[in-house]
C-alpha cells in the first residue's frame, strides 16, 4: 500500500525558532513535493524536488528551504518561524512519468506563536 | 484572478441527490485536469481524471469543456459518505498542480 509519512501530526513552536519538517514515501517515487493548506487559499506549491539534491521553487517559496539527501525523504525548512507561517503542511509524492497523480502525507498542522 | 477557481459552497444535499460542482481555470494552456477528493482532516486523494471526451466512474462524472475553459464534476445517488471537500487540479505541465480551494458538500439523511 502507498504511504508518505510525515514526521509530526502537530508542532507548536516559537517565532523566530528553526523548524524542520520531514517527509518519508516508501514508493520509490522520484517527485516529491510541499504544500501548505489554508483555509480559503486551497493548496499552494512550496518546493518541490523530482530528483535526489533537485529542487525547483514553488508558488511560495519565500521564508522555506528544502533538502533532499536521499530518494525517499524530503525535508522542509523554516529558518526563522514566524507567524504567518501557521499553517497546514502537506508533503506529497508521485512517479515522475504520471505526475499527476500526487500521494499526500498526513499533513503536519504548525502553530506558531 | 485565480488560476482555478471553484464554489467553497457548502452544498448541503439529501440522500439520493444529484449534485453538480464546477470549476474555472484561466491557463488555455492547461494539459490534464483532476478531481480530488478531502475528507475532513485528512489529506486529499485522486478521485478521478478528467478527460476531453468525459468520463465516469460508477456514480461520478466528470466533464471538460476546453472552450469555456471549466471542468465539472457530477454525483448521482448522493450518499453521507461522499460528505467531503472536492478539489478541482489543473496540471498546467513540468510537474506542477494547481489545485482549486474546494468545494465542500454534505449530505444529510
Known amino acids: 500500500d502507498v504511504k508518505v509519512t510525515q514526521s509530526s501530526r502537530y508542532l507548536v513552536k516559537r517565532t523566530g525558532e528553526k523548524v524542520f519538517l520531514e517527509c518519508v514515501q516508501d514508493?520509490?517515487?522520484?517527485?516529491m513535493f510541499w504544500y501548505r493548506q489554508d483555509p480559503g487559499l486551497g493548496l499552494r506549491l512550496i518546493y518541490f524536488?523530482?530528483?535526489?539534491?533537485?529542487?525547483e521553487k514553488g508558488d511560495i517559496p519565500e521564508g522555506y528551504s528544502v533538502s533532499r539527501e536521499k530518494k525517499e525523504r524530503f525535508s522542509l525548512i523554516l529558518e526563522s518561524a514566524s507567524t504567518n507561517q501557521t499553517s497546514m503542511y502537506l508533503c506529497?509524492?508521485?512517479?515522475?512519468?504520471?505526475?499527476?497523480?500526487?500521494?499526500f502525507g498526513p499533513g503536519t498542522r504548525l502553530t506558531v506563536t | 484572478r485565480k488560476e482555478v477557481e471553484q464554489d467553497p459552497g457548502p452544498f448541503n444535499v439529501p440522500e439520493g441527490a444529484t449534485v453538480a460542482f464546477n470549476c474555472t481555470y484561466s491557463?488555455?494552456?492547461?494539459?490534464?485536469f483532476f478531481w480530488y477528493r478531502q475528507d475532513c482532516r485528512k489529506e486529499p486523494k485522486l478521485l478521478m481524471s478528467?478527460?476531453?471526451s468525459g468520463n465516469e466512474d460508477g456514480r461520478f462524472t466528470a466533464q471538460l469543456n476546453r472552450a469555456s475553459q471549466y471542468i465539472s464534476l457530477l454525483i448521482r445517488d448522493s450518499k453521507l459518505s461522499d460528505s467531503a471537500t472536492y478539489l478541482c487540479?489543473?496540471?498546467?505541465?513540468?510537474?506542477?498542480?494547481?489545485f482549486g480551494g474546494g468545494t465542500r458538500l454534505m449530505v444529510k439523511p
Open positions: 478528467v478527460y476531453s
Open positions: 487540479v489543473v496540471d498546467n505541465a513540468g510537474n506542477m498542480l494547481t
Open positions: 524536488s523530482y530528483d535526489v539534491k533537485m529542487k
Open positions: 491557463n488555455s494552456a492547461s494539459q490534464s
Open positions: 514508493m520509490d517515487h522520484e517527485n
Open positions: 506529497a509524492s508521485s512517479f515522475l512519468r504520471g505526475r499527476y497523480e500526487q500521494y
